[in-house]
C-alpha cells in the first residue's frame, strides 16, 4: 500500500496550459504539504495545509493553489504554466502530534513545460 | 527565515566513514532530520534526532547534534555503494505550525 501517492509521475504540457497535480494519503496524517524541487535539487516548501489552515509561503505566485477536498487528499492546481515552473513537486503529509515521524514523501511528479 | 546549510559534494571510497555536516540557524527546532534521495526517486526518511539528544545511533547511521553550535551531522560507517544519494538535512521548526526546512542537499557519490 502506498503511503502518499502522486498523480501523474511525468507531466509535460505547453506553457499558458492548466494542469492539476494530485496527491493522496492513508496514513490518517493531519498535514498535508506541497514542496517544489528545482533543477539543482532545492527543495522548497509551497504549502502547508490542515483542516483548519492554509500557509503559504510568500514566494510561490497566485498562479499555484492547493485544492482539498477531504483530508487526505491535497491536490496542486497550477494556472498559466510558464517554463520557470518546471521541476519536481513532492507531496507530503504528517501528524504534527508525534513530530518524530517526520514526513512522508510521494515519489513526485516531474512537470515539464515547453 | 530558517536557513540550513550542508557542503554540495561528498566523495568516499567503498568500506571508509562517510561524515555529511549541516548548520542550521532555528535555535527551537524539535526535531532533526535527515532524508536520502535516490536519482529519480522520491525522499525517504533514513533517520532524526530529537533536539535534546546529543547521539543517535541506528545499525550504520550515527547522528550527532551540537545544539549550541547549530551543528548536526550524519555518519554512515561502512559507505556501500548503494548509499550513493543526496542527503537532506531538514530541521523542523519551533511552534506548532513548524515546518521542515531543507538543506541544499549532499551528494554522496562511492567509488568501489
Known amino acids: 500500500d502506498t503511503a502518499v501517492s502522486q498523480t501523474p509521475k511525468y507531466l509535460v504540457t505547453q506553457m499558458g496550459n492548466d494542469k492539476s497535480i494530485k496527491c493522496e494519503q492513508n496514513?490518517?496524517?493531519?498535514?498535508m504539504y506541497w514542496y517544489k524541487q528545482d533543477s539543482k535539487k532545492f527543495l522548497k516548501i509551497m504549502f502547508s495545509?490542515?483542516?483548519?489552515?492554509?500557509?503559504i509561503n510568500e514566494t510561490v505566485p497566485n498562479r499555484f493553489s492547493p485544492k482539498s477536498p477531504d483530508k487526505a487528499h491535497l491536490n496542486l492546481h497550477i494556472n498559466s504554466l510558464e517554463l520557470g515552473d518546471s521541476a519536481v513537486y513532492f507531496c507530503?503529509?504528517?501528524?504534527?502530534?508525534?513530530?518524530?515521524?517526520?514526513?512522508?514523501f510521494g515519489s513526485g511528479t516531474r512537470l515539464t513545460v515547453v | 527565515g530558517e536557513d540550513v546549510e550542508q557542503s554540495l559534494f561528498l566523495s568516499v571510497r567503498e568500506g571508509d566513514s562517510s561524515v555529511i555536516n549541516c548548520t542550521y540557524t532555528?535555535?527551537?527546532?524539535?526535531?532533526l532530520y535527515w532524508y536520502k534521495q535516490e536519482p529519480g526517486a522520491g525522499l525517504q526518511l533514513l533517520t532524526y534526532?530529537?533536539?535534546?539528544?546529543d547521539m543517535k545511533q541506528d545499525q550504520r547511521l550515527t547522528v550527532l547534534l551540537n545544539k549550541k553550535d547549530k551543528h548536526l551531522s550524519l555518519r554512515i560507517a561502512d559507505t556501500q555503494t548503494g548509499d550513493s544519494a543526496i542527503y537532506f538535512c531538514?530541521?523542523?521548526?519551533?511552534?506548532?505550525?513548524?515546518?521542515?526546512?531543507f538543506g541544499k542537499g549532499t551528494k554522496l557519490s562511492v567509488k568501489p
Open positions: 507530503a503529509s504528517s501528524s504534527p502530534i508525534t513530530g518524530s515521524d517526520g514526513y512522508t
Open positions: 496514513l490518517g496524517h493531519d498535514t
Open positions: 495545509y490542515n483542516n483548519k489552515e492554509l500557509i
Open positions: 532555528d535555535s527551537s527546532s524539535t526535531y
Open positions: 534526532i530529537f533536539s535534546n539528544m
Open positions: 531538514a530541521p523542523k521548526g519551533g511552534g506548532s505550525q513548524g515546518n521542515l526546512i
